[in-house]
């Protein structure tokens, strides 16, 4: 190859495809995770352009399943679909840890725990990648927010990245080798993870073993040399250009070496040709995938109350539902997950045998009152026997492009759930949404079962187990707080400009709340079933535990058992338990069944940021075995060899170990960074690696940023959500993106000039510029 065929591999030859050479084809890649978005154009943005699929639980239900054998399963009927459409690479899974309830993309991610994100992630792209097709896991790394993720920099610890941020991938990758990684937008304590070398080339590739290639998320390419450099292979999508002359004048200057774009070359290439390779042919038969989609939605929903054993609901009794989500239920998040579905059940629809009768009450889209609909509700309540509302975050609350500013459902529907409840006894609440909720009246009903985004088959889910045809077997892969500054992250999050602190290290989801014993609404792990389960007889013979679970209720079910260890050795601050095993068993009425789980040493094992490297702390251990984080049943210590170095001062163990990590102090904080850290706030003169919304203190950048807000919701795109979605996709990209995420309709210079005019510089000039720009693309267009 010469070294122009050489370069021009290294970027993507549109939004979908990879350039192609000789006998190398352009191989396409899609969006998922939890469907096939296959566009029938080369547009990213029109998502209503994608051809029909079936829509999967997303994976903030997939994890609450806690089945790997079900990940698995829907890998592999992904992958089946990819083959029939011609797809080589399904981009996903998402394996972004949960830091904080507010992220807008945590309908896309597992959990909060980095080991059951790994397992589930592990067997996912096992299941994809038996069929022949590729994966990419993403987004690597640390970014846990939309809020700015193109420019912010997360500055967190070694230990926490390695123990929290990094072991999802870690695990996934070794037990997996998916044939892509996909770098995330963020940065890393200040640099960019499309141009890291510790991440992709140390990490990566030296100490993990990943053998495939890496490309950027959508337009997460800062500096397309330094990216080669650090182990960046692939661009996506293709910049028009830009990302190739970048490569050229590197090379030429001396900047870059050609063995490190012959070795990024060599990557792609062989992930090329070996997803190139003759595959068994698959029909895409989305009735039957709809029937699997069903299946897999029956095991993510959990269970969180069951008063007076109020569920399963009896068909003899006068049942009335309320809450549009019956009738129109949300099960899919907003952004560039959102499928065109084959099919929509609702559970009304599939709950119409059993007699129910169905109000609207409010509205499933808008945070309204419907005075006319509520006050049939209300009439209808007065009547009914029992009463189940559904409720849930519309697309307008949480999506890609932006977090949530708040835990809170639609006023207008914890008004409506409470009105409800002051005239009726019996009131159940099924929820719709992809992240944990506020529930001010969860004192008031007697039943709740959380839905999840659960895919298109969830309404035919919801009434199966509400009526007892299926057991819940679900539990929260997260943790409910009860309020929203309950969070560890809350002080510091979403950050302030360009940098976001991770003050709490270590100290994520359960592992803070348990670890300072602060009172939750739903713990890590909890699910009710409608049977029960008794444990017994827990046995430790070196590193193997067994233990029994038998069933002694009266129905047939499936129980997770969880297994965590927790410290007892006193030395170096860590979490009060850590989640190392997990398994989900099925039981008759009145059997029993013995469950093993063999521990190895790592399992022990912290990252001493001292040593560079995992080590374990010599003591004692205690191995729990419980149904929720905070339902231990039962418990027994073990005695670990190992090391007894401290890698921190006695200063700063002592801040992490006594003090409730929700207060660290920046000055805290540092100590343990063992530096100081940057406030990264864009100032005037921008630059093309700021966005347009910063420029909102002169006069054109503030002009650009009203025409955006008022242009915005004229902009119909309904799986992006609503407008909030395109402001912040207009206003926090960078404005080096202008040029190479527009396919050519704004050019360099073009760009350029923009700058000039939010920098109130070269006003005519600017303006010629722009001008000339545009009659150029009228005259090429033509």
């Known amino acids: 190859m010469s070294n122009n065929e050489k370069i021009k591999l290294l970027s993507g030859k549109d939004e979908w495809h990879l350039e192609s050479y000789e006998d190398l084809p352009s191989i396409m890649v899609c969006d998922g995770p939890h469907g096939l978005r296959k566009q029938e154009d080369a547009n990213y943005f029109d998502l209503n352009s994608s051809k029909t699929a079936v829509c999967f639980p997303a994976a903030c239900g997939l994890a609450s399943s806690f089945n790997t054998e079900l990940a698995k399963k829907l890998g592999e009927t992904l992958g089946e679909e990819c083959v029939a459409e011609d797809v080589s690479v399904l981009l996903g899974p998402a394996v972004n840890i949960k830091r904080s309830p507010l992220c807008g993309r945590n309908f896309e991610y597992f959990s909060e725990d980095p080991y059951l994100t790994g397992e589930m992630a592990k067997n996912y792209i096992n299941g994809v990648q038996s069929k022949g097709v590729g994966t990419s896991i993403k987004h690597f790394a640390v970014n846990n927010q939309e809020k700015r993720r193109m420019t912010v920099s997360a500055e967190v610890d070694e230990r926490a990245l390695r123990e929290i941020y990094l072991k999802g991938f870690e695990i996934a990758i070794k037990g997996a080798q998916p044939k892509t990684v996909m770098c995330s937008y963020n940065k890393i304590n200040g640099v960019y993870s499309s141009e890291n ?19 950027s998320d959508w337009g997460a390419v800062n500096d397309r040399y330094k990216g080669v450099k650090a182990g960046l292979d692939l661009e996506m999508p293709g910049s028009c250009g830009i990302g190739y002359r970048n490569i050229e004048n590197a090379l030429n200057q001396g900047k870059l070496k050609q063995g490190e774009i012959d070795a990024c070359v060599e990557r792609i290439s062989n992930v090329v040709k070996d997803l190139s390779k003759p595959k068994k042919e698959y029909i ?56 065109n579905s084959y099919k929509d059940d609702d559970a009304f629809s599939a709950c119409k045998q059993y007699g129910v009768v169905y109000e609207k009450g409010f509205s499933a ?65 099924v929820l719709h949404n992809g992240s944990p909720v506020e529930m001010p009246w969860i004192d008031n009903v007697k039943g709740v079962l959380e839905a999840y985004l659960a895919g298109e088959g969830c309404g035919e889910a919801v009434a199966d187990l509400l009526f007892g045809k299926a057991n819940p077997s679900g539990k929260l892969a997260e943790t409910f707080p009860k309020h929203l500054y309950d969070n560890p992250s809350y002080y510091n999050f979403p950050g302030y400009y360009n940098t976001v602190e991770y003050r709490e290290s270590i100290f994520v989801g359960y592992r803070y709340y348990d670890t300072v014993n602060k009172e939750v609404l739903f713990p890590f792990g909890f699910g009710l079933s409608y049977t029960e389960y008794e444990y017994s007889d827990l046995k430790i013979e070196d590193k193997t535990v067994s233990f029994k679970v038998k069933n002694i209720g009266k129905m047939k079910g499936k129980e997770v058992v969880e297994l965590y260890i927790s410290s007892k050795t006193n030395g170096v601050f860590k979490p009060e338990k850590e989640l190392k095993r997990f398994a989900k068993i099925e039981l008759d009425v009145g059997k029993e069944k013995i469950v093993s789980f063999t521990l190895k040493q790592e399992d022990f094992a912290y990252y001493n940021v001292a040593l560079k490297k995992w080590a374990v702390e010599a003591g004692k251990y205690k191995i ?38 929700k207060n660290i102090t920046r000055s805290d904080f540092e100590k343990l ?22 420029a909102d203190d002169t006069k054109v950048g503030k002009l650009i940023s009203v025409l955006v807000k008022k242009i915005a919701p004229m902009i ?8 909030d979605v395109n402001v912040a996709f207009a206003l926090e990209m ?22 000039d005019l939010v920098n109130d510089k070269h006003f005519l000039q600017s303006l010629s510029t722009l001008a000339k720009g545009g009659i150029d693309l009228l005259k090429k267009e033509k």
């Open 624 to 661: 729990l075995i419980g149904a929720s984080s905070k339902d231990i049943r039962l418990s027994a210590l073990l005695k670990v060899n190992g090391i007894e170095t401290v890698p921190y001062s006695g200063e700063v163990n002592s801040i992490y170990k006594t003090n409730d990590m």
């Open 365 to 429: 889209f808008e945070d309204k009152v419907d005075y006319e609909a509520e006050e049939r509700a209300v009439a209808l309540a007065k009547q009914a026997e029992i009463v189940v509302i559904f409720a849930g975050l519309p697309e307008s609350f949480e999506s890609e492009g932006f977090d949530r500013s708040h835990m809170r459902l639609p006023e207008v529907q914890n008004r409506f759930i409470k009105r409800i409840a002051d005239i009726q006894p019996n009131v159940v609440v």
């Open 284 to 339: 895409f038969d989305r009735a039957e995938h709809h029937k699997i989609a069903k299946e897999i939605a029956l095991e993510t929903m959990v269970l969180l109350k069951n008063q007076d054993d109020i569920l399963p609901l009896d068909k003899n009794r006068r049942i009335l539902f309320l809450g549009e989500f019956a009738e129109k239920p949300r099960y899919q998040g907003g952004g560039s997950s959102h499928i």
């Open 197 to 215: 070398p510790w991440l992709l080339d140390d990490v990566l590739r030296k100490e993990w073993g990943f053998k495939g290639f890496v490309m």
């Open 734 to 755: 960078p404005m080096r993106n202008l040029a190479t995420m527009t396919g050519g309709f704004v050019t360099e210079k073009m760009r350029d000039a923009i700058i």
């Open 673 to 694: 960074l063992g530096r100081k850290v940057i406030d990264r706030v864009p100032e005037k003169p921008y630059t093309m690696y700021d966005c347009l919304g910063d």
């Open 716 to 723: 119909t795109n309904d799986g992006m959500g609503n407008s």
